[in-house]
Each structure stands twice: as structure tokens, then as C-alpha cells.
């Protein structure tokens, strides 16, 4: 009654499966729930995007669903609650956005961390203890965050007013363009995504679809670009 699609968004042309009047879960990233339910011949269609800490127990899942069966988004809830915390959204493309956000799971944590072990390291900080440093305050903080039921912009508020020491570290990092970074991180993740989106609709010419453009956040001119490339190749 339910099938999960978990293949490399790359594979999905090659999945041949008819599955008319099952749910059907994808966890394929940038493969559009239009383009699930045409493949497929289901109406009932969810994506859902757990990421890497899932295997722990503590993945964070968005996930998007049309159907019209009313106890599907219970189904998709439940079976993602088993492995950490789920949320759904009403927006397809905000599915796409949280690829960058929380599909790199670990990634950007660990990037701050090393940021911080690197800076102990070129202050004689020897490697493992610089390491363990980095790793256990990142492990701690989150802690702390799950257990304290605050939202991050209250903790870091609370450290702004203490106005002690560990306020002016973020000062210098907002002054530095810390959040400014993070965006551009973000976007450049989603556009990476996006274009190579766009690089299989052009080795794939036949299959060439207009809403697919709308709904990955592609502009005309993108669509023009891959139509007349896709005409050359016939």
C-alpha cells in the first residue's frame, strides 16, 4: 500500500513502476511531485526529505503531499516521527529550499566547527584537543537547544543582553557578515541542485516540461536556453 522511493534523483528516469492507487513517498531531491504521479500513474504523492542523522533517531523531515486520501499526511508522519522530528509544509518548493537547509544534515554544523578548531590550531592548540573542543561544543549547544526548548534566535539574544564576552564574539561575527555567508552558502547549494536539474531535462530532450521550469524556480530564459538546446540534439 505504500512505496518509498529512495534512488539518486540521477536513476529516476530509469525506475520503471506503476503505482496506481498506492501512496507513494519519494525522498528523491528536485524530482517534483508532478513528475512522481505521471511516472507512477498515483494520485497520491508525498516527498519528504529526512537527511543523514535519521540513522541516530534525530533527523529533522519536512515533507509536502497531494493526495486525496485525507489519512496519507498521518501515514508520512508517523512513519518519519520514528526517526526524528517531521513538519509539513504547504509549499512544493519549499521542499526544494530545505535540500540546502537540512538535507546536508551534518555538513554545516561540522563547517562552523571546523572554522573554530582551525582558529584554536593556528593559536598552538594542539590538533586533538582543538578538535575535541570544536566537536564537544557543537555536541553541547545542541543539547542544550533540544533541551531547553528555545528558539536559537532566543539563545543568542540572551548571550547579546548578558553582554559579557561571548557577545561580542557575535558582534564580531555579525560584523563580518556571518548570516550574509550562511545565505550565500544556502543559495549556492540550491542553485547547484537546480542546474543540475536543468543539465537532465537536456540529456533527456524528449521529456522536456514547462511546469517543471515554474516549479524548480527557473526563469523563461533557462527554459528557452534548454528547449533550443534540447531542438539541436533532435
Known amino acids: 500500500d505504500v512505496i518509498l522511493l529512495c534512488v539518486r534523483p540521477d536513476d529516476w528516469r530509469l525506475v520503471e513502476l506503476d503505482a496506481a492507487g498506492k501512496l507513494v513517498i519519494s525522498v528523491m531531491a528536485g524530482v517534483t511531485v508532478e513528475d512522481i504521479k505521471q511516472r507512477t500513474g498515483s494520485s497520491r504523492v508525498a516527498r519528504a526529505l529526512p537527511n543523514a542523522a535519521a540513522e541516530i533517531g534525530y533527523s529533522y523531515t519536512p515533507f509536502f503531499i497531494d493526495s486525496d486520501d485525507a489519512n496519507d499526511g498521518e501515514t508520512v508522519r508517523i512513519l518519519f516521527g520514528s526517526c526524528g522530528q517531521v513538519d509539513q509544509v504547504f509549499d512544493e518548493d519549499q521542499i526544494n529550499y530545505f535540500t540546502a537547509m537540512t538535507g546536508s544534515g551534518a ?128
Request: glycine fraction near 10%; avoid cysteine.
Open 107 to 234: 555538513a554545516f554544523p561540522a563547517l562552523l566547527a571546523e572554522a573554530m578548531m582551525l582558529d584554536a590550531m593556528g593559536r598552538g592548540v594542539p590538533l586533538d584537543v582543538a578538535r575535541r573542543a570544536a566537536q564537544q561544543t557543537l555536541v553541547g549547544a545542541g543539547r542544550l537547544q533540544e533541551f531547553s526548548g528555545t528558539s536559537p534566535s532566543e539563545t543568542v539574544k540572551s548571550f547579546v543582553d548578558y553582554n559579557g564576552t561571548t557577545a561580542a564574539g557575535i558582534t564580531g561575527m555579525r560584523n563580518g557578515g556571518f548570516a550574509a555567508v550562511v545565505g550565500a552558502g544556502l543559495a549556492q547549494r540550491l542553485e547547484h541542485r537546480r542546474l543540475q536539474l536543468v543539465l537532465q531535462v537536456v540529456v533527456h530532450p524528449g521529456r522536456v516540461r514547462r511546469h517543471r521550469f515554474h516549479q524548480l524556480g527557473l526563469d523563461h530564459a533557462a527554459a528557452h536556453v534548454v528547449d533550443r538546446q534540447s531542438a539541436l540534439r533532435v
